[in-house]
Structure formats: C-alpha cells, structure tokens
C-alpha cells in the first residue's frame, strides 16, 4: 500500500527566508514569554501562551507550504 500524499508546493528562496525569518521571530517570542512570565510573577505557566503560539504556528505553516496553487 502506498499513500498518497500531496507535493510540497515550491517555494522560492525568498519565500523560504520569510518563513525562516517569521519562525525567528516566533522563538524570540517563546523565550521571551518564558523570561518575562516569571520573572514578573504572571500567574500562569509560560506553556500556557508558548503551546498556542507553537501550535497555530505549525498548522499555518504546514497549510501554507502545501496548499499553494
């Protein structure tokens, strides 16, 4: 049995940099969530706003790398 997945659609290299380069930002983002929230007594654990964001952020880019007519 072979599955059948859909191609990768191509993405040019300056796509591929913005996506490189949004994904920085996401990290940044996490590691300074996981900074801040302790460090200024926020009663919630960081993986509270850090899951969402690594989530959606995954689903988006899956969508977006697959999905481009």
Known sequence: MRL???PLARLSRLECWLLGAVWVVIAVKC???AWAIPH???P???FVVI???LF???VVT????THRE
Request: glycine content about 10%; aromatic content about 22%.
């Open 44 to 46: 919630i654990a960081p």
């Open 62 to 65: 899956v969508i977006w790398a």
């Open 4 to 6: 059948n997945f859909p």
């Open 31 to 33: 590691f300074v969530v």
């Open 51 to 53: 899951g969402p964001t």
């Open 56 to 58: 959606f952020a995954a």
């Open 40 to 42: 200024y007594g926020v």
